[in-house]
């Protein structure tokens, strides 16, 4: 009695050759399987895009409406600028609010700014109309006073040092101890519990709004894949009972399905990626201006979140892929066979 042999377990070589001959073949049907992908993925990547952008730009209009407060205060209550020296009193570090304000201050007509010797490397190299001095220089002949940086400056005899000038002007770590009563002013506004919490609900009403977009086209994403991939097993049912007739085990079988939709969901998630991207920097830009959104657009997120919708887009297919992989590989080859579709 001959021996019955084991069938030959096909590499996988041979089952990306079946997919990538199958696509080819079916051309129309696997670019609209594509563009299902490219659609659900590009909607995808246009909302965490514009999530990105809309807090840049949120934090740029921040910064931009502070400068420009304390720049009409200080034009509304103090003497103009014109040919008049400032002192600088650097606490630490300038932040960028403080640094846009002393540019601000120098293009309005100030002579110069007044630095203390050997606090340079405190102040950002942009600024120009810098002049280190002696501390005991640093108020002679100053219209006022500026206090800034971000730490607490420490003890000094205030009153002696900033002697008969009329005002001293502080930001929020600018805030020196023994502080003279009258003679400091302080040009940061602190945010009341009202604006605080208005501010946390809409970031909340923000996020659930993102999250049900996200889950819906993912969920389209998912059924629109899963359609095409049942109507491609529908369509390929003399293919596969004729593959199982020459000894395609069924492992083969749902092999081929599953590499045929991590290959749509890799390149459809590639593109998809790209064109979000593009569509919410391209729609922020006609709003804010190609500057103000490309200098608020953190480039490594931004990475980080393609290759997310791109792995999202891979999962996904491959996700959809099961049930109809699960039901071509289960398939009776003589039943295959006498299917008419």
Known sequence: MPKIQNQIKLPISVALEVVLQGLRIRLGRSVVTITGVICGIAFLMSILTGQLIKQGVSEEDAKRAEVDRINNF??????????????????????????RVLERIIADGAAGIKVESGTESQIPRKLTALRPVPRDQLIAESAFVLVMGGDTLPDRDWRVLLGQTPLALTTPGGSPAGMLDGQFVKLSRELTEEELARRAAQARKDKFRSIWIGAVALLVTVIGITNAMLMS?????????????????????????????SMMGLSGGIVGA????????????????????????????????????????????????????????NMVPAHALRSNV
């Open 74 to 99: 200080m034009k509304a209550d103090l003497p103009t600028l014109d040919g008049k020296n400032i002192t600088l009193i650097a606490a630490g570090m300038l932040s960028e609010v403080e640094t």
């Open 233 to 261: 097993v529908t369509e390929r049912f003399r293919e596969i009972g004729t593959m199982k007739c020459l000894g395609a085990l069924s492992a083969f079988i749902r092999q081929i399905f599953l590499l045929e939709s």
């Open 274 to 329: 790209i064109v979000g991207a593009l569509f919410s920097i391209i729609a922020y830009a006609l709003s804010y201006g190609i500057s103000m959104v490309a200098g608020s657009l953190p480039l490594v997120p931004l990475f980080g979140f393609g290759i997310v919708c791109v792995i999202v887009g891979i999962v996904l297919s491959v996700v959809a892929a099961l049930y109809p992989a699960h039901v071509a590989s």
